[in-house]
């Protein structure tokens, strides 16, 4: 059985992007990893974006319109730059460094959001407690998402 402890929630943070909207789901599975997927409708495309990522990113992708996209990843900062060229942007980003472990509590630290946030747990996850408390709920392919309004301070 899978607890978490403090769930604190951020989708990516989108810096020198001139109009955007869009999501973030965070998928969190039960060996601790977490995939955050970011879909974004850019306005005035081309246009060069920026996103604030975790820094220890295993996989990284970004699709523009469809297509496989070229990016740059600086780790040390947690930044990821590419240029949308359509105005559908998917971003896909694995990591192992957003959750920890302390005896069967399992804690996940991801920042504030900037976008509706959906977070997945895994199955079998008892939620011991949630910041901040004024999250929806939803239903999305039979499975239960936390949903977090842009500009949340998840903690």
């Known amino acids: 059985m899978l607890l978490l402890g403090l769930l604190a929630c951020a ?3 989108a810096l020198g ?5 869009g999501h973030c789901v965070v998928t969190v599975y039960a060996d601790g990893g977490a995939m955050l997927e970011c ?4 306005e005035g495309a081309p246009a060069n ?17 469809g297509d ?7 780790g040390a900062r947690g930044l ?9 942007v998917t971003v896909r980003v694995y990591t192992l460094g957003l959750t920890s472990k ?5 804690r996940l630290q991801l920042g504030t ?7 997945a747990l895994p199955g079998e996850a008892l939620i011991v407690s949630v910041e901040p408390g004024d999250f929806g709920v939803r239903l999305v392919n039979n499975t239960l998402h936390l949903v977090f309004k842009p500009g949340s301070a998840v903690r």
């Open 11 to 13: 989708g990516f943070h």
């Open 17 to 21: 992007l001139a109009g955007y909207a």
């Open 39 to 42: 879909r974004l409708s850019v």
């Open 49 to 65: 974006v920026t996103l604030r990522v975790p820094r220890d990113a295993i996989y990284i992708s970004v699709y523009d319109g």
């Open 68 to 74: 496989p996209a070229p990016y740059h990843y600086d």
């Open 80 to 88: 990821l730059s590419f240029t949308a060229f359509s105005s559908t």
């Open 102 to 106: 302390e005896g069967a509590v399992w």
């Open 113 to 119: 959001v900037d976008l509706e946030t959906l977070l």
